[in-house]
């Protein structure tokens, strides 16, 4: 039960100050969600939070810039621009899990 309080509460507030701050600050997010909500998995909830927020937000700026993905993975050498969202929701997910693991060892 904590494991889906924290998944939710790290998406929202990521989601809220992703809003108003640079794209780092879900590390912020997921660091106090981390410290205030800690679980025996917080790697796994930071990891999957912020990668489900990064591929949710990158779905609609794609959705709005139709060929953006496909032009972005043509630079980076990438076949398929689903490649390039499995590699951006790693590289945020990573960021978002090592973020709430530094939360919960904080409280520690």
């Known amino acids: ?63 709005a810039a139709s060929d953006l993905s496909t032009r972005v993975a043509q630079i980076f050498n990438l076949h398929h621009a689903v490649v390039l969202y499995v590699l951006m929701a790693c590289l945020g997910g990573l960021v978002g899990g090592f973020a709430a693991l530094t939360g919960a060892f904080l409280r520690e």
């Not at 929202?12 to 909500?37: E, I, K, N, R, T």
């Open 1 to 63: 039960m904590k494991f889906i309080v924290q998944f939710i509460a790290i998406l929202f507030f990521a989601h809220l100050l992703d809003l108003f701050l640079p794209w780092y600050s879900f590390a912020l997010a997921a660091f106090v969600v981390g410290y205030f909500l800690k679980s025996k998995l917080n790697f796994l909830v930071g990891f999957l939070a912020v990668a489900t927020l990064w591929t949710f937000n990158a779905w609609l700026i794609d959705s």
